[in-house]
């Protein structure tokens, strides 16, 4: 497997004005995000996208909108903040911009779409590696159709052996590279998950910090809410999919409907997920110990920690792994 300490290739910047032959200093002037928080999956990063959209003068919009990766980045984002108040601070989080294969894509257009101008503020979660990928395996297993197009099933040796994904987005210094090369380190604030879920209000008053929000309600934090819990998060089918993905329903209704309504719909009709599949054998373990713990000396040398910030041998023979809850 790849070492996070192995540098990347350069970044490549293209600007989405370059092609139509119109240079750097001349583009019109995009509504472009201030901030993005860009991973990673499943290390609270719904709760976050609720906790900021819930902050006076914060604009969102669908969290995993992805508008870095999609063919044209700046028709998406005047589309969703052409109108928006210059005063309000624009952001968009999106984790499958530090998913492998994605992440240097989505810098890269991040890069040549903010050009010269001021650079984004940039947040990424990070939780114990192996309670994350323990988590992923368990969403993506008990999904459907194109949530789960490779057919990841509940059994964790067979998944680990054909989706290298679980293990490399648990490799969160590798996922950063593309972003700390297009932006640096001083445009990054890196959050432990589980500093924020033990206590998400100071949390949230850093990152306001960070990303230059003004004003806070913190009042509106819910400290007892978890969005999206692998655990309890219903599955949604190929039909309810191929709803939300009609332009009938995101043309009419969507809009219709505030961000809570829509999770209130879609937990009341849809089915629950099913039990979570059995403990990774300790053999697996020791194999997950040695492959990540690597990966969490790389993250303390990204941000010149004094400590990593886990310690997983110590972890897995307390038998964290063991019941560790998929939270997110």
Same mark, same amino acid.
Request: charged share 25%.
């Given at each position: ?31 472009? *995000? ?60 999106? *984790? ?15 890069? =040549? ?41 509940? /059994? ?42 033990? /206590? ?44 939300? =993905? ?26 629950? *997920? ?34 990593? @910030? @886990? /310690? ?17």
């Amino acid at each position: 497997m790849p070492d996070a300490t192995v540098p990347a290739a350069p970044l490549q910047v293209a600007s989405p004005f370059l092609c139509l032959g119109v240079p750097l200093s001349e583009s019109p002037r995009l509504p472009l *995000p201030d901030f993005l928080v860009i991973g990673a999956m499943k290390c609270g990063t719904t709760t976050l996208y609720h906790d900021l959209r819930r902050q006076p003068g914060v604009a969102l919009p669908d969290k995993e909108s992805n508008g870095l990766l999609q063919s044209d980045p700046a028709t998406a984002y005047r589309r969703w903040f052409g109108q928006s108040d210059e005063t309000s601070l624009r952001g968009e989080v999106c *984790p499958d911009y530090t998913k492998p294969g994605l992440d240097r894509r989505a810098a890269l257009a991040a890069r =040549g779409l903010y050009g010269s101008g001021p650079k984004p503020k940039l947040v990424y979660v990070v939780r114990d590696p192996i309670a994350r990928l323990l988590s992923h395996h368990y969403f993506v297993s008990t999904q459907h159709g194109e949530a789960n197009p490779g057919g990841m099933t509940s /059994d964790l040796d067979s998944s680990l052996r054909d989706f290298p994904e679980l293990i490399e987005t648990s490799r969160y210094a590798s996922r950063l590279a593309p972003w700390v090369e297009a932006f640096g380190k001083e445009s990054l604030k890196v959050v432990r998950f589980e500093d924020y879920v033990l /206590d998400r209000r100071p949390t949230i008053s850093d990152v306001a910090e960070f990303i230059g929000l003004k004003t806070t309600n913190l009042a509106s934090i819910d400290p007892g809410r978890v969005d999206n819990p692998s655990a309890t998060r219903p599955v949604a089918t190929p039909g309810w999919r191929r709803l939300l =993905g009609s332009p009938l329903y995101r043309r009419w209704v969507r809009p219709l409907l505030s961000a809570d309504t829509r999770e209130g719909l879609r937990r009341r009709l849809l089915p629950k *997920p099913p039990s979570r599949p059995a403990a990774p054998s300790e053999a697996t373990l020791a194999r997950l110990v040695e492959t990540l713990t690597p990966e969490v000396e790389a993250l303390r040398r990204l941000l010149g920690s004094a400590e990593p @910030w @886990w /310690d997983l041998d110590q972890a897995w023979r307390s038998g964290a792994y063991s019941s560790a809850p998929a939270v997110t």
